[in-house]
């Protein structure tokens, strides 16, 4: 606590919590103590003083062990310049950077254990001079090992330790027939071999289209999905790419999305420049709570819609942020969506759930009724880790729920009522 400057015409104001008042007026003096009484400036700096000796006295074992330590180094470093050798000085110095769990919290008397500051004279003079009242240094080790659990230390990994995927052989690249033709007309193919549900790796697309509500959904096509000769398109892999390049047709619920590579969008950007049936879109996850969003595809597109702006519709916007592993919502209602998709608890008030992950079995459903019969929280956890790539996620809004927990009243009250475009 500092006051710089504190002069003629200048007023003090003392905020403590309830702690600190308590501790306070257990000071002050019991000739000064009146029924009522407020306290005072005097009172505030005797406590003040108080706990600054407080500290001292707490923290005076560690600086003697500081100074055993200087001595014992100092004693080994004369003895090493009188030709002692360097023996002296290595055990001298060098200091062990663990030590058993017998040695931390065993209960013993021995002079290792527990050693008497007697055994070092040159040190007992000093400190009894003093009259501090310190006659073992064995509470020191065990605050110094508290002292190392919360001092954060950089872990340097070295190469040969990373976890990285196993080694698999690429994809390789092909153009379909299916999106020239999407492309062309507008329209998809009657018959699709190489176009299918973004869902696919997830194995949600059969629960999506078994209702009308949420279907259309998002489509991708084959090169986007298959990232290696092992990959068929099924199962979350860490090859899994990341959703940045989209394709759209139509508008409102006839609109068609379909997810391309980053080699598609390369080679077929020439051909998108020139078409007045797609529009190509640039989308990416919201992943921090400050980044704007793209989920309505209007961030830039190629080209420009000739029927006037176009975004994309709600359940496209929600399952590509599904997918894409965005971890923020864009609206108390798209948060309220999500809920009743996945059949949370948040979505279906006073029913009895999973206590694990809020899941809400099919029988026991309050609110809106959803597709899934099984719980897709293990499903999404796994996808969302794999995007994240070892960053965590739980103090997230995606995080959040996925861990049963609803979003509090504070955070729902920052959110707009419905997406604005530019949450």
Known sequence: MRMRRLGKGHSVMFFAPGEVDRRIHGLIPSNETASGSRIRVLDIVRWAIHETCEDIFRHLPHWVLQGLDHHKRFAAYKECTLGGGLQSLKSAWLQSE????????????????????????????????????????RHVRMAEEQEREVNHEVELEHFSERHRPPK????????????????????????????????????MARALDSTTEWSPSPLATADFITTTLDSVGFGLTQYLRPVNWILSSGSGKDSIVVVISPY???ELLPIIRKSDKVRLHIYAPRVKSSMRSFSDLTFYSIPDSPDGPWSAPAHIRMELNLFAGQLYFDSRTEYKKVCELLALT????????????????????????????????????????????GFGYHRTHMGQILDGSPLSVETLSKMPETFTGTA
């Open 98 to 137: 663990s030590r058993k769990l017998e040695e931390m919290y065993w209960i013993a008397s021995s002079a290792k254990m527990s050693p008497e500051i007697d055994c070092f004279p040159f040190l007992s003079e000093r400190i009894k001079r003093l009259g501090l009242g310190i006659t073992k240094l």
């Open 168 to 203: 698999v052989k690429p994809a390789t690249h092909k153009i379909r027939n299916e999106i020239l033709e999407f492309i062309e007309t507008g329209n998809l193919p009657q018959s699709l071999t190489h176009i299918s549900p973004l869902l696919v790796p997830m194995n």
């Open 264 to 266: 598609e969008a390369n």
């Open 346 to 389: 948040m979505a279906h008030p006073g029913a009895k759930y999973n206590e694990i992950d809020g899941f809400v079995p099919p029988a026991d459903r309050t609110g809106k009724d959803s597709p899934f019969t099984r719980s897709k929280i293990p499903i999404l956890k796994k996808l969302i880790e794999l995007r994240q790539k």
